[in-house]
């Protein structure tokens, strides 16, 4: 590619750009001390991991298929009890809650919204959770409304679940979960099956409960570009092993862990090599940062003038 | 993580005879016991299933929460079978050994007690070769060697899936579950009995319907790869009889046909200590 007329330029924006905002996080959500789990003994799935998030991250993990990211959140949320370590939710060791105990404050969406999805009506399915805390009728109504709009799925609030695809499923697990306001969000592949607009929808409202609520939000995805748009940091696990713990800009330019964990290296790291800029992975953030703002221009325009709908879609 | 009844691989020789074989043991040792009430020989086949299952070293987590359901499923029996007839061993064994009376026509006799017990035993004599079967048979390699001995390729490949798929359902349920958990509905011990079977029957059913609306979805993409296109196929896991098979098919055909005769010798399928 010649690059010769747009170096210069490019360099010039780059320095212009504004950087992402540095958060000021100390307080400890969600920490994992030295954590070892084994289905059967002697063949390790996940071991010496250690990490902590603090309140209101929104976190990332990352690894090829069958690294152990889903056993992960497994571990967090109870369903396997680890062989060595430990987990501490708000700096208290969740060892002897049970799952339940575990849920009134992490919420996890898994992988497969079948899984999850066990009353008929998308209603009904949506409010179990709120059902079974015994929140009053009225509220419980509110509440779920507001969130199946958050999620696209008002339209279909009276549908059964089974007339609705992968995609539409998906999102009715989610709305199940966010719907009881959790205080620590896990999503297991949260944007499976969605298309671009339902994409965005939902990571800009994570974004925003993210930014607003300061719920903290970790994310497991094979979605580089989700990774690099929406998190601050990245965690990523590879064969087992915690290898990466930084930003996601800065892990999908150090080649060396991107090849271990089959992470594909961003493109735009190359450009900005080959520009000669100084600091590659700090472009890689600015530029990311730039391209959101201007959709969430974008966004803007068209809940003012919905006939702008196809400029997002591009 | 153990799955429950579902094939693990071991280093037996019962893991190493084939699907055949011990499908033949199987059935042939479920007539024996069905047919035969007497208490010796039921006896004589609750040690021999009890070392078979020992020796196929079959663990208790594999088999433990199954095994306790059947045993509610055996008392419930019991207490029926009392109750509909209570004189149903006096009447067989044609004596009336009153040891106490309860109330109405319901009296406990001695002949009630044995047959009770035979009915007990059966149990017992079929429980642990069902389980050793389940946990040393390769639903894959079952499949072959159906087909080997002449059943057609599509009842083997039927039974293999229906075997191959107990922990996938299984995985499922726990999956379920946890998920239903998370949300708030305690099923762990911190929950009353009464309310863990309450939700579980609640995961239960639509567990269910969802498995066999995979039955119409894997039979539709069996179709698309061509499965039953043709009379014959080709097997991976196929294993010949060898030795071991013939040895143990031939010892329980005479087991079967010598525990027939010696049973219905006297002209009654059922052992009589009363006279």
Known sequence: MKLNNYKAPLREWFNQADRKKEKDESVSALKVEDLYFSYVEGKPILQHIHFDIKKGEMVSIVGKNGAGKSTLSNLICGFYKPVKGRILLNGEDVAPLSIKERGEKIGLVMQSPNQMISKPMIYEEVALGLAVRGVPEKEMKERVYETLKICGLYPFRNWPVSALSFGQKKRVSIASILVMNPEVLILDEPTAGQDYRHYTEIMEFLKDINENFGITIIMITHDMHLMLEYTDRAIVIADGHLIADDTPARILTNEQIADKAYLKKTSLYDLAVNCQIDNPSEFVERFIAYERQQRKLRIEKVKENPAHVKDIIL | ?275
């Not at chain 2, 011990?22 to 059935?27: E, P, Q, R, T, V």
């Not at chain 2, 922990?167 to 099923?187: L, S």
């Not at chain 2, 039953?228 to 098979?245: E, F, P, Q, S, V």
């Open chain 2, 1 to 275: 993580m153990s799955k429950i009844l579902s094939y693990e691989e071991k280093d037996t020789w019962i893991h190493q005879l084939s699907g055949v074989t011990k499908l033949i043991f199987f059935l042939l040792w479920c007539v024996v016991s069905m047919m035969t009430y007497d208490t010796r020989i039921l006896i004589l086949m609750v040690v021999f299933s009890l070392f078979v299952f020992k020796i196929s070293k079959t663990q208790w987590k594999q088999v433990g929460s199954v095994f306790k359901v059947v045993m509610v499923f055996l008392i419930f029996n019991v207490v029926a079978i009392f109750f509909f007839s209570p004189d149903q061993g006096s009447h067989i064994y044609g004596t009336r050994t009153v040891l106490f009376h309860i109330a109405g026509r319901y009296d406990m006799t001695l002949e009630q007690l044995f047959y009770e017990l035979n009915v007990v035993i059966k149990y017992f004599t079929i429980i642990p070769t069902v389980f050793m079967f389940l946990v040393t048979t390769n639903p894959s390699e079952f499949a072959a060697s159906m087909n080997k001995v002449g059943i057609s390729y599509n009842v083997g490949y039927a039974i293999s899936i229906a075997l191959r798929y107990i922990p996938d359902v299984q995985g499922e349920f726990t999956k379920i579950k946890h998920a239903q958990e998370a949300r708030g509905i305690e099923m762990s011990g911190k929950a009353s009995f009464l309310n863990r079977i309450k939700s579980t029957a609640s995961i239960i059913f639509p567990l269910i319907f969802s498995s066999m609306d995979r039955i119409d979805t894997v039979s539709n993409a069996m179709e698309l790869r061509g499965f039953g296109k043709h009379k014959k196929r080709t097997w991976y896991m196929a294993k010949k009889l060898k030795r071991n098979d013939y040895l143990t098919i031939g010892f329980t055909v005479i087991f079967a046909i010598v525990a027939l005769v010696f049973t219905f010798a006297d002209g009654s399928r059922f052992y009589n200590p009363f006279v």
